[in-house]
């Protein structure tokens, strides 16, 4: 079984940072790739990162310039350094991956979520 969890999220002011983490346990084989999307009340789960095995990275319009995903393969583990947040950065993060585990499965995983406040 696979399991991802974030962790990092927490209250900030506009214009602070924040790093957030999303480690993947488990029997994995390989991380194909690994995004990170958010949920604001009242709106859909959107694309926020993501980054392919590879590096090939992708961002929202909106977090351009300033969020930037990484990911250390050897942990397992892929990060979204966020730096000029908003209040409309205000949202539940969460982490996705796609993953082949050591059964040869390919699945999506998701994690529970991790809240980020940006407010004065």
């Known amino acids: 079984q696979v399991q991802l969890v974030e962790s990092g999220g927490g209250l900030v002011q506009p214009g602070g940072s924040l790093r957030v983490s999303c480690a993947a346990s488990?029997?994995?084989?390989?991380?194909?790739?690994m995004n990170w999307y958010r949920q604001a009340p009242g709106k859909e789960r959107e694309l926020v990162a993501a980054?392919?095995?590879?590096?090939?990275?992708n961002y929202a319009d909106s977090v351009r310039g300033r969020f930037t995903i990484s990911r250390d393969n050897a942990k397992n583990t892929a990060y979204l350094q966020m730096n000029s947040l908003k209040p409309e950065d205000t949202a539940v993060y969460y982490c996705f991956a796609k993953i082949q585990t050591n059964s040869g499965r390919l699945g999506d995983y998701w994690g529970q979520g991790t809240q980020v406040t940006v407010s004065s």
């Open positions: 980054i392919a095995s590879g590096g090939r990275t």
């Open positions: 488990g029997s994995i084989f390989s991380i194909n790739a």
